[in-house]
């Protein structure tokens, strides 16, 4: 996270000739501020792994979405980079897989809470779908969480981080900025040697939002219709790809509704255990645990991945369990698992 928003040391020492005392100043300042943001004692497996969600989308809606990225690019030559998330959810990027794992983290727990946490103090944030072409200017929702506050006040250009990436050279340093319309967000990395104007951000506004509004929109009726017969899984599990940083997990739910069952932090624990375990071990490997408030445990680790499964029932059997986690993987990582 240093990095991304100060570069390397050795890239501080050469711009600063040298000057170790620069270095420290930098350390500091960063250091005492960041290291108050952690909760260590909220940490679990998935702070672990720090993966990354990444949305599931049918084939036209995501060639849509990079067919509009593509369009982006070519109209503002000045993006060189680009994301695209849709909550936080990541859908694109064009950054290295590093960048972007640090740059995920930095957006859904720092920018994207902050900016959220804002916007309902301030206005009603009840999202109103867009119904299309309107008469006179198309109508759209979106805003930049980066960049200028109010599109109509050029004496505002609002803050805009930079940051370091290591793209197509080391520690390139790029403005960071973010544009966000209903749920869905484009994050966009201008080279710092190009001028980043007020009539660039009002160009941007007028072409990224009635596009992301639509898609947005068109996103979240999508995921408004699922599949008659589709029931999400009543267990608890994880699952991390290390090769692409994927990870889905069930672990850390919606805290608003009641029925959510959660996970002891006991349990929690025992997951960061056997996941230690299978770092030691080169091969696949299964393990399956019986706690002492009688719930299992199963963690499985095949070709890169891991899975783990936490299993309320109490009267169940190895057997039954084992069962269980088939028909769990079967029908939600089909072609993941190949242990028996």
């Given at each position: 996270m240093f990095k991304l928003f100060n570069g390397s040391f050795e890239n501080i020492l050469r711009r600063s000739k040298q000057c170790v005392t620069a270095l420290q100043q930098r350390l500091e300042y960063f250091f005492t501020r960041y290291l108050l943001t952690l909760k260590l004692c909220q940490s679990d497996i998935l702070d672990v792994f720090d993966g990354i969600q990444f949305l599931p989308l049918n084939k036209n809606t995501y060639l849509r979405i990079k067919c509009f990225i593509n369009q982006l690019e070519a109209q503002f030559p000045e993006v060189k980079y680009t994301a695209f998330l849709y909550n936080d959810q990541l859908v694109w990027s064009g950054l290295e897989q590093e960048d972007m794992r640090i740059m995920y983290r930095y957006l859904i727990t720092g920018l994207f809470p902050s900016y959220l946490e804002q916007n309902l103090q301030t206005e009603n944030m009840s999202p109103v779908r867009l119904s299309g072409a309107t008469t006179g200017a198309q109508i759209h929702y979106g805003k930049f969480?980066?960049?200028?506050?109010?599109?109509?006040?050029?004496?505002?250009?609002?803050?805009?981080?930079h940051v370091y990436l290591n793209t197509e050279e080391d520690n390139e340093e790029c403005y960071l900025l973010v544009y966000r319309a209903l749920s869905a967000s484009v994050c966009m990395f201008?080279?710092?040697?190009?001028?980043?104007?007020?009539?660039?951000?009002?160009?941007?506004?007028e072409f990224l939002g009635p596009t992301l509004?639509?898609?947005a929109s068109d996103i979240a009726d999508q995921y408004s219709k699922?599949?008659?017969?589709?029931?999400?899984?009543?267990?608890?599990?994880?699952y991390f790809?290390?090769?692409?940083?994927?990870q889905k997990t069930t672990v850390h739910v919606d805290s608003k509704k009641a029925s959510t069952v959660t996970i002891p932090p006991d349990t929690l624990k025992l997951l960061s255990d056997i996941s230690s375990d299978f770092s030691k071990c080169e091969e696949d490997a299964e393990t399956i645990v019986k706690t002492l408030n009688d719930s299992?445990?199963?963690?499985?680790?095949?070709?890169?991945?891991?899975?783990?499964?936490?299993i309320n029932q109490k009267n169940a059997n190895l057997i039954e369990i084992n069962e269980e986690v088939k028909k769990l993987c079967s029908t939600h990582f089909t072609s993941v698992f190949f242990l028996d």
């Open positions: 969480i980066t960049g200028p506050p109010d599109i109509k006040d050029e004496s505002n250009m609002g803050k805009v981080p201008i080279n710092v040697n190009t001028s980043l104007t007020f009539p660039l951000c009002q160009k941007l506004d509004t639509s898609l699922k599949p008659s017969g589709f029931t999400e899984p009543q267990y608890k599990y994880v790809n290390h090769m692409n940083l994927a299992w445990v199963v963690g499985k680790k095949s070709d890169h991945r891991e899975f783990y499964v936490v």
